[in-house]
């Protein structure tokens, strides 16, 4: 028999310590939602502007139920068994051929791992990168799942601050990377801002990173988690990573671009230059297996490569933000144009985002404060709604403007 661990827990508590710790950290949003499910309920969800949830609205485009209709109509024996952890070796190779052709980087299939959406890949990527205590940088604002996920990895989460258009600032980045670094997570386009980082930015990150490593002596790697890639406005291009830091694990998702965030679809993809990267990718294999996830959805997997190109009217998003952004400025709001993404992250009126937001609220205006993104002083706003909430909800945003101001 096993003798007990020195540091079991004495704990009487069914529900872990760590847990219920990030239950009582995350419940603010979970507040936010019942209110908006009582105000939907009390005011008919048509009298309620709820702009707080990033759930993709648009339809994926018809190749993927042509794609679905073709595979079940006429159905292979064995298409909903288990398949290699890694995805279907032809699948790993048609996405190996993108990014190849994309980067201009000798990416093979061994290079991918097909996983349940970006959330999935970054929980494998942190699994195999991570010894406890490692610290992973990212950027302020951000995608606050971010925190549980190094967390679940025994790491620390560590947050630095943007300038003041969103964009990466080296010397706030200076001060925070040590020889505990293990990574630097960064999301362009971005959840919350909307912003992309543009090439000048990516390489001056990529000579400090290269130089840090070597301060160090152990590669730090960046990971670049992507799964609003497809959604850039205005022709803005987003700039592949990989050439630039060879150390780069690229994550994308077809929750956005294809509209199938509840199919949990999308990859991670090592850079063929990455150090130990047969190893990794290895580890990233044994991640998405033992992480319980064992293999990416294998149904959808298959529609990738018929799918090809393929994707969501992203103008859509662009005329949403179009539409509610002139309007908003003649108000009196401030904010950065977002060139991808589908969130607008206006600074707050008074400077309690959560105040405002509670304003908000009363006038059944729903948005998701900035301090819950590590971006205080802001409040996001998501456009994945139909067009006339936006239209309704205009006077609203200037009585709310009005009444705090
Ligand atoms: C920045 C960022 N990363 C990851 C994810 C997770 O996406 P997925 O649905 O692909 O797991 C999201 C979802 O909103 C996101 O905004």
């Known amino acids: 028999m096993n003798a007990p661990s020195q540091n079991a827990s004495t704990s009487k508590a069914i529900v872990a310590d760590a847990v219920r710790g990030s239950l009582e950290r995350s419940s603010w949003i979970r507040k936010m939602f019942e209110e908006g499910a009582r105000l939907k309920a009390e005011h008919g969800a048509e009298n309620v502007f709820d702009f707080s949830l990033g ?4 339809e994926p485009p018809p190749e993927v139920q042509e794609a679905l209709r073709g595979l079940l109509t006429d159905p292979q024996p064995g298409l909903h068994r288990y398949i290699p952890n890694a995805g279907l070796p032809e699948v790993r190779s048609f996405i190996a051929g993108e990014l190849g052709g994309a980067t201009g ?17 970054v929980n494998c990527v942190l699994k195999a990168l991570l010894n406890p205590g490692d610290e992973v940088v990212t950027f302020t604002p951000y995608f606050v799942e971010y925190d549980f996920y190094v967390a679940n990895h025994g790491g620390r989460l560590v947050r630095s601050p943007t300038d003041d258009s969103f964009q990466i600032d080296l010397a706030n980045l200076e001060a925070v990377v040590t020889e505990r670094t293990r990574a630097v997570m960064i999301n362009s386009p971005n959840n919350p ?12 990150l ?20 992507e799964p609003y890639r497809q959604l850039a406005f205005d022709g ?19 929750s956005k671009d294809l509209g199938l965030a509840g199919e949990r679809i999308g990859y991670a ?24 996830f064992v293999n990416a959805p294998a149904l959808i997997q298959r529609i990738l490569p018929l799918v090809k190109g393929a994707r969501v009217d992203v103008a859509y998003y662009q005329a949403m933000r179009d539409r509610m952004l002139a309007p908003l400025r003649e108000m009196g709001y401030e904010m950065v144009t977002p060139q991808g993404a589908f969130y607008l992250f206006p600074k707050s009126p008074i400077e309690d985002d959560v105040a405002f937001v509670k304003a908000a609220q009363a006038e059944r205006l729903l948005l998701v404060p900035g301090s ?9 706003i998501s456009l994945a709604v139909p067009e006339d909430v936006v239209d309704r909800s205009l006077p609203v945003f200037e009585k709310v403007l009005r009444q705090v101001g």
């Open 55 to 58: 759930n993709p609205i648009l």
């Open 105 to 121: 980087l000798p990416y093979t299939a061994g290079h991918i791992v097909l996983s349940c959406g970006a959330a999935g890949a």
């Open 193 to 204: 801002t909307g912003v992309v980082y543009p090439a000048e930015r990516l390489e001056a």
């Open 206 to 225: 990529a000579a400090f990173l290269r130089e840090a490593s070597a301060r160090f002596g152990r590669p730090i790697v960046l990971i670049s988690d």
């Open 236 to 254: 803005v291009e987003v700039p592949w990573v990989p050439p630039l830091y060879e150390h780069t694990l690229v994550i994308h998702s077809h």
């Open 269 to 292: 993809a090592v850079s063929p230059h990455m150090a130990e990267c047969d190893l990794l990718c290895d580890a990233l294999v044994l991640a998405n297996r033992i992480l319980g």
């Open 372 to 380: 819950g993104f590590g971006g205080p002083g802001h409040f996001r």
